[in-house]
């Protein structure tokens, strides 16, 4: 859907819709995929093993997260110019507030500009390790509208912003949280890429709480297969998504069968995206935490197929 109501907003195609030129651009459904920054080689590998997997699915982009406090952006930079060189798949870099000044962040948007990348993730990000209460630095941006702003004031990038279908936990309330993403938009984003929610109905009510304060941008679910119960657990305590009681009970005596769990994650997610889809959702953004297989299987639930290689 095109957002008409900021000045800097990109010209050309609606944000958030296929390039004329991407294999999607005919086709309803897209899908994005998000990787971390592997901790060492070992864990590179696995990440570009799960590129090579996934991307016969032709994503639209594959996103590049830091770690807390941006501990992992020198590794971000460098997987991100990777996938530019040797992948057929745009990057999308995150970028955060955490521990940067304004000059070092816009030295940084800049060198990616002039490498090639034109998607950023802008996000105010997570305290470093160790600290519960995010302050921003005092010659930095001090949220993610002011980011939005500031990388609109660099480069006509391609800007994803964060939306919290259950509320952030550090807002204080539902509606300090819709006026601070409505000040993203507002600033220049051009979709908001949500936090993974494990029931649909608080997307849907997410989605039209958007409606109803004006913001226009396409939406797109963040999606989190459940590879393993407990550590999706502890993610979701940081991030303030809940954990149903129905997710407790389905996942509860299967910590020592990985196969029947991985059997059970894909139908959990896949049930979750055929729920989106009949409620007109189009674009799926998944958390692989760099495993490819389930996200895979969901996918081609979702109707998704290969990419056939073409013979030499």
């Known amino acids: 859907m095109q957002h008409t109501s900021n000045s800097n907003r990109s010209k050309g195609r609606p944000a958030g819709q296929p390039n004329a030129g991407h294999p999607h651009a005919g086709d309803e459904m897209s899908v994005s995929f998000e990787f971390f920054p592997p901790a060492d080689d070992k864990g590179e590998a696995r990440l570009w093993d799960t590129v090579e997997k996934l991307s016969p699915l032709r994503p639209e982009w594959y996103s590049v997260t830091y770690g807390a406090g941006g501990s992992t952006q020198e590794r971000t930079d460098r997987i991100v110019r990777r996938i530019l060189k040797e992948t057929d798949t745009p990057p999308a870099a995150h970028l955060t507030c955490v521990g940067q000044t304004r000059d070092e962040v816009d030295e940084r948007t800049r ?37 939005v702003a500031g990388l609109r004031r660099i480069a006509d990038f391609d800007i994803s912003v964060g939306g919290y279908p259950e509320v952030h936990p550090d807002s204080p309330n539902m509606k300090a949280d819709m006026e601070n993403l409505k ?7 051009n979709r908001i890429i949500t936090q993974y929610c494990f029931e649909t109905d608080d997307f849907l009510r997410f989605r039209d709480r958007c409606a109803e304060w004006g913001i226009e941008v396409p939406i797109v679910p963040g999606i989190m297969p459940v590879f393993n119960f407990e550590k999706v657990k502890r993610f979701s305590q940081g991030c303030g998504a809940g954990i149903p009681q129905w997710l407790e009970d389905t996942f509860a005596g299967l910590d020592d069968d990985p196969e029947t769990r991985a ?30 297989e389930l996200t895979y299987a969901v996918c081609r639930r979702l109707g998704i197929k290969p990419r056939l290689k073409e013979a030499a």
């Not at 000040?183 to 984003?189: H, L, M, Q, S």
């Open 183 to 189: 000040a993203k938009v507002d600033n220049g984003a």
């Open 263 to 292: 059997l059970v994650a894909a139908s959990v997610a896949a049930d979750q995206c055929a729920r989106m889809q009949a409620e007109g959702v189009r674009q799926y953004h998944f958390y692989t935490l760099n495993k490819p």
């Open 111 to 147: 060198g990616w500009w002039e490498a090639g990348v034109r998607h950023i993730v802008a996000l105010r990000g997570d305290p470093p390790k160790g600290e519960t209460q995010f302050t921003p630095h005092p010659e930095g941006y001090q949220s993610g509208a002011d980011l």
